[in-house]
């Protein structure tokens, strides 16, 4: 079965670890794969999100109206079939990198 939340936060700053999955693999098995792409690439913005918020610097995290504000326009970071999705793609991924300008 899956890891407890914690853990697998702690595992996910570890850049070893996230160059090693794939976004379904650390997904809740007991739940269905997106039927859409569209709820793939929704469910991949919500993880480049969660990556922006998990970074060790607070001031490098984007504030919560900038989270806000990006839930409000959703866009799909990536088009590409759910399985194909790395989270080294999601992590390094552009989103986020200039919001210290909205602060």
């Known amino acids: 079965m899956g890891k407890h939340p ?3 936060l702690s595992t ?3 850049s070893s ?3 090693k999955f794939m976004l379904n693999e650390i ?3 007991l739940l269905s794969h997106p039927r859409s792409q569209k709820m793939a690439g929704d469910i991949a913005f919500i993880v480049v999100i969660a990556f922006a918020c998990l970074r060790g610097r607070p001031k490098a995290q984007p504030t ?3 989270v806000s504000q990006e ?10 079939p759910f399985h194909e999705i790395s989270l ?3 992590k390094n991924h552009e989103m986020f990198m200039s919001y210290e300008n909205h602060k």
Request: no cysteine; hydrophobic share 50%.
């Open 71 to 80: 839930f409000l326009h959703i866009k799909s970071p990536i088009a590409m």
């Open 88 to 90: 080294i793609e999601l």
């Open 17 to 19: 670890y996230v160059q």
């Open 64 to 66: 919560m109206k900038l």
């Open 27 to 29: 997904l809740d098995p």
């Open 12 to 14: 996910l700053s570890s």
């Open 6 to 8: 914690g853990e697998l």
